[in-house]
């Protein structure tokens, strides 16, 4: 099993930044990639951003390119989320994401409210 924990989630004015963390507990060997999705009120949860734990390579979603930065430490199992220039449609509960052997794993979500 894995566990997934995040922190960093808060409220910011627009144009604000915030950074969040996502640390990995368990069974982290077989990590193929971890991301980061949100879902806003009443909307579907969407990809945001993810990384590739071998290589290092890096998504997002058109929405956020140039805005969002995605990172990770392997040595600690943890992957950051850089959010600058933050929108009020940017709000929503971002979840942490990792693939690994195939299964999806989530954790519980931080909120990340932005004021116009």
């Known amino acids: 099993q894995v566990q997934l924990v995040e922190s960093g989630g808060g409220l910011v004015q627009a144009g604000g930044s915030l950074r969040l963390s996502c640390e990995a507990s368990?069974?982290?060997?077989?990590?193929?990639?971890m991301g980061w999705f949100r879902q806003a009120p009443g909307k579907e949860r969407e990809f945001v951003a993810a990384?590739?734990?071998?290589?290092?390579?890096?998504y997002y979603a058109d929405s956020v390119k140039g805005r969002f930065t995605i990172s990770r430490d392997n040595a600690k199992n943890t992957v950051y989320l850089q959010m600058n220039s933050l929108k009020p449609e940017d709000r929503a509960v971002y979840l942490c994401?990792?693939?690994?052997?195939?299964?999806?794993?989530w954790g519980q979500g931080t909120q990340v409210t932005v004021s116009s």
């Open positions: 994401n990792l693939v690994a052997e195939g299964k999806h794993y």
């Open positions: 990384i590739r734990w071998s290589g290092g390579w890096t």
């Open positions: 368990g069974r982290t060997s077989s990590t193929h990639s």
